[in-house]
């Protein structure tokens, strides 16, 4: 069971219903895909750290091949290759490693070298597995990153996978591994423009998913409401919480914390396995 849990923007509590999922799952994986800038390791504070690199290739120009015919710079829509000066110039930031210039330089005169542009960390928080994806400041995209972290998902029954916030091409690939997905939203009219965004998404992929309505207060609530005319189911409702703000941040887990929480997230998992599991 892979379950993907998403948000329209950062701040609604993804990585809190995630992070808690896992920990009372037992037994469970954790995978942080929020690779720009990731904090589930934060509350698990992993033990038994692995590291490895990830790295992407890059063309490497061969000046002696190079007759400057420019069919590589009229390829690359990112304009990562220039012309100047006599000379072809490849810029590393903004090279989105497609290898397309390579494939059609007609001299051969790009070759391939690699460049890390992040890590996966892998460590273990009590009966928990968490990885992590770390992009490196100023990269591109995260994709590749990624693609490496959902290579060992599977290894758990359960897997919980943090997605990035938003509704881009890094949520997509991270979302297409996915079972059933959660979506994360706030009680607000803000809230609920995120909440459609990401739920498009999910429609678009053919995901089935839930909505876990979160900070909630007494009274009128947008969020629920738009779920109601969309007919989006919601499987779990978390209030707002003075408590629980305070746990969170503190980087503490809240279901490791307090017999309450532990019910809640407790209710709220066995709410998910129905949805996955009819």
Same mark, same amino acid.
């Given at each position: 069971m892979k379950i993907a849990v998403l948000s329209g923007k950062g701040g609604t509590g993804k990585t809190l219903v995630s992070v808690n999922l896992a920990a009372v799952a037992k037994d469970s994986m954790y995978v942080d895909c929020d690779v720009e800038e990731p904090n589930g390791h934060?509350?698990?504070?992993?033990?038994? +750290?692995? *590291?490895?690199?990830?790295?992407?290739?890059?063309? @490497?120009?061969?000046?002696?091949?190079? %007759? /400057?015919?420019?069919?590589?710079?009229?390829?690359?829509?990112?304009?990562?290759?220039a012309w100047i000066g006599g000379e072809l110039k490849v810029f590393d930031e903004i090279c989105h490693s497609c290898g397309g210039c390579i494939v059609l330089c007609p001299e051969d005169a790009l070759a391939k070298?690699?460049?890390?542009?992040?890590?996966?960390?892998?460590?273990?928080?009590?009966?928990? *597995?968490?990885? *992590?994806?770390?992009?490196? %400041?100023?990269?591109?995209?995260?994709?590749?990153? =990624?693609?490496?972290?959902l290579k060992d998902i599977g290894e758990k029954e359960q897997t919980f996978i943090d997605c990035p916030p938003g509704s881009a091409c890094i949520v997509m690939e991270t979302v297409a591994a996915a079972d059933y997905c959660i979506l994360v939203a706030?009680? %607000? @009219?803000?809230?609920?423009?995120?909440?459609?965004?990401?739920?498009?998404? +999910?429609?678009?992929?053919?995901?089935?998913? /839930?909505?876990?309505?979160?900070?909630?207060?007494?009274?009128?609530?947008?969020?629920?409401?738009?779920?109601?005319?969309?007919? =989006?189911?919601? =499987?779990?409702?978390?209030?707002?919480?003075?408590?629980? /703000? @305070?746990?969170n941040s503190n980087a503490l887990i809240a279901v490791r914390e307090n017999a309450k929480y532990e019910k809640l997230f407790r209710d709220l998992l066995l709410r998910v396995t129905r949805e996955v599991r009819p």
């Open positions: 934060l509350f698990f504070k992993p033990e038994e +750290v692995k *590291t490895r690199q990830v790295a992407v290739e890059i063309p @490497l120009v061969d000046p002696d091949k190079c %007759t /400057g015919c420019r069919v590589c710079v009229d390829f690359c829509n990112f304009n990562a290759l070298k690699e460049k890390v542009i992040g890590q996966v960390q892998r460590g273990v928080s009590e009966d928990v *597995t968490v990885l *992590t994806g770390m992009l490196n %400041t100023g990269e591109a995209s995260g994709i590749p990153i =990624i693609k490496d972290l706030e009680p %607000t @009219l803000f809230g609920v423009h995120n909440l459609h965004m990401v739920w498009e998404l +999910v429609k678009l992929m053919g995901k089935p998913c /839930g909505v876990v309505l979160n900070k909630c207060l007494e009274g009128e609530n947008p969020a629920e409401k738009f779920c109601a005319e969309k007919g =989006i189911e919601i =499987i779990g409702s978390i209030p707002f919480d003075s408590e629980l /703000g @305070l746990l």
